[in-house]
Nanobody, 115 residues
Framework: QARLVESGGGLVQPGGSLRLSCVAS????????MGWYRQAPGKQRELVAD???????NYADSVKGRFTISRDNAKNTVYLQMNSLKPEDTAVYYC?????????WGQGTQVTVSS
């Protein structure tokens, strides 16, 4: 079963940037499509961006043009570069497969956008 460890979150001012990382173990990473998800307080978890095993990407409309998902198969790592952050981006961010695997959610990493 996959183990996923997210990092890179923090407190940032509106307009700032963060780069999230997710290291995967327990799977043949290069074979899997991966996604970044987020859950804001009181809201359901939502898909933010995903990337296929060959690098094709898709984004939620709310982050298109601001976020970039990428992967390094040699490092078993998927990244989320977040620019022009807005207060509404505040959430716990998780990575998982795409589609998500129920038993593979990690602890996530908190992103707070506030002045």
């Amino acid at each position: 079963q996959a183990r996923l460890v997210e990092s890179g979150g923090g407190l940032v001012q509106p307009g700032g940037s963060l780069r999230l990382s997710c290291v995967a173990s327990g799977i043949i990473f290069r074979l899997y499509a991966m996604g970044w998800y987020r859950q804001a307080p009181g809201k359901q978890r939502e898909l933010v961006a995903d990337i296929t095993n060959v690098g094709n990407t898709n984004y939620a409309d709310s982050v298109k043009g601001r976020f970039t998902i990428s992967r390094d198969n040699a490092k078993n790592t998927v990244y989320l570069q977040m620019n022009s952050l807005k207060p509404e981006d505040t959430a716990v961010y998780y990575c998982n497969g795409r589609p998500a695997v129920a038993g593979s959610w990690g602890q996530g990493t908190q992103v707070t956008v506030s002045s």
